[in-house]
């Protein structure tokens, strides 16, 4: 059944904002070119979007003549402001930026470990309210939070958890209290693995897992490029994964046992202090990508030893994820997954190869300790455009 013309209308708008965003400015013959429309019908729609404030003349293209078409349509940036926090255990970050994704303000403060829930709540608004004064961003539409922990699907809530500081709940419920604005909360590993899948190291794949190396310890499934959440939204607590030769077993109330024991940022440490050294001086040997003083020389015996024994950990929680899932690459995030860099996914892709048939490729991430904000940002762009140009974009 054709579409309504309506429905066309909505379709095309959406289509010609689209290229907008991702291509810069364009003139109408331009538009007329990418879209394959009718002139008559380019002309109809920018000149509706024009109206509704969504686009309006940068200038004129040099490779056309003055006059009508040489006119350099652009979004109009500042007609909705974004906002996206990552909330940590111990510290909170924000960036503001304008509906094209630029960052107008950035900001960072600690929460310390004895901070009770209100005030830890209260300098987190203050730093968010603060840095979106900076920036100037008097049109708020959208602000999206990471945050560790599990999403409930049926309600978009962040669910209790027992490992996680309680202001981390409350933060939520406060921000959509104080702001005229949509605030969604998503878990971290999903937001670093969107960043990735959109911008960073898994660009050109639809099929991926990414391992999220920090304090704690997470995986965030994308299939079909599109992130998998699972039933409960608990899909990738690897950390709960049993491990042979822990402690013992995990349990519904914590991991002692399971795979966050071996790859968690205290086993980390332990395991570099085993070889006389400490995680940040072994993890940035010998890889030139990584930051450090030691960055792009040779290891030293201790830290090549550090770096295959912590190869062969993190290829056993690998492997079992490659094995029901084969994603056929899986992206070594947080901390851990950032400082080792290709010199640890190198390893680690090694020693999963003598662990599983399944071909996959290891790499390590490209965005760093800056993913699961520009996951965020990424969220709260979606979500203002949808809203603004009218049509739904497939999501996270």
């Not at 072994?282 to 030293?300: E, I, K, R, V, W």
Request: net charge negative; aromatic share 2%; with cysteine.
């Amino acid at each position: 059944m054709a579409a309504s013309p309506s429905t066309a209308r909505a379709i095309n708008d959406r289509f010609a904002l689209r290229l907008l965003q991702d291509e810069g400015p364009l003139t109408a013959t331009q538009l007329k070119t990418l879209t394959g429309l009718s002139r008559p019908t380019v002309a109809d729609l920018v000149e509706r979007l024009h109206r509704s404030g969504l686009v309006h003349v940068v200038g004129e293209s040099g490779a056309e003549r003055r006059g009508p078409n040489a006119k350099l349509y652009g979004l109009v940036a500042d007609r909705a402001h974004l906002a996206a926090l990552d909330v940590r255990t111990r510290s909170v970050s924000v960036t503001v930026a304008d509906l094209l994704g630029t960052t107008l303000a950035e900001a960072t403060v600690p929460v310390g470990d004895d901070s009770d829930t209100g005030p830890a709540v209260e300098k987190a608004v203050a730093l968010l309210e603060r840095t979106v004064r900076e920036a100037g961003a008097d049109r708020l539409h959208s602000v999206a939070v990471g945050a560790p922990g599990l999403i409930d699907p049926a309600t978009g809530e962040l669910r209790d958890s027992s490992g996680l500081p309680a202001w981390h709940r409350r933060l939520v419920g406060v921000l959509q209290e104080r702001l005229p604005a949509h605030v969604l909360v998503e878990n971290e590993t999903n937001l670093a693995a969107v960043a990735e899948l959109r911008e960073g190291a898994a660009r050109d794949r639809e099929d991926f897992v990414l391992l999220w190396l920090g304090q704690g310890v997470g995986a965030a499934v994308v299939l079909g490029g599109r992130l998998r959440r699972g039933a409960s939204g608990g899909a990738g607590e690897i950390g709960f994964l049993p491990v042979p030769g822990t402690s013992g077993l995990p349990s519904a109330t914590g991991c002692d046992g399971g795979f966050h024991e071996l790859a968690c940022a205290a086993a980390v440490e332990s395991l570099a202090a085993a070889h006389g050294l400490t995680a940040a001086d072994a993890l940035t040997s010998g890889d030139a990508g990584a930051d450090g003083p030691a960055a792009g020389t040779a290891p030293t015996p201790d830290q090549a030893a550090f770096l295959d024994a912590l190869a062969r950990r993190l290829a056993v929680g690998a492997a079992a994820v490659v094995s029901v899932l084969d994603p056929g690459c899986v992206v070594l995030a947080g901390e851990t997954g950032h400082q080792g860099g290709a010199a640890l996914a190198a390893r680690v892709e090694t020693e999963l190869a003598a662990l599983s048939p399944l071909r996959t490729e290891v790499r390590a991430t490209a965005l760093g300790d800056a993913a699961v904000l520009r996951g965020a940002l990424l969220l709260a762009r979606d979500t203002a455009q949808d809203a603004l140009f009218g049509a739904p974009t497939a999501g996270l």
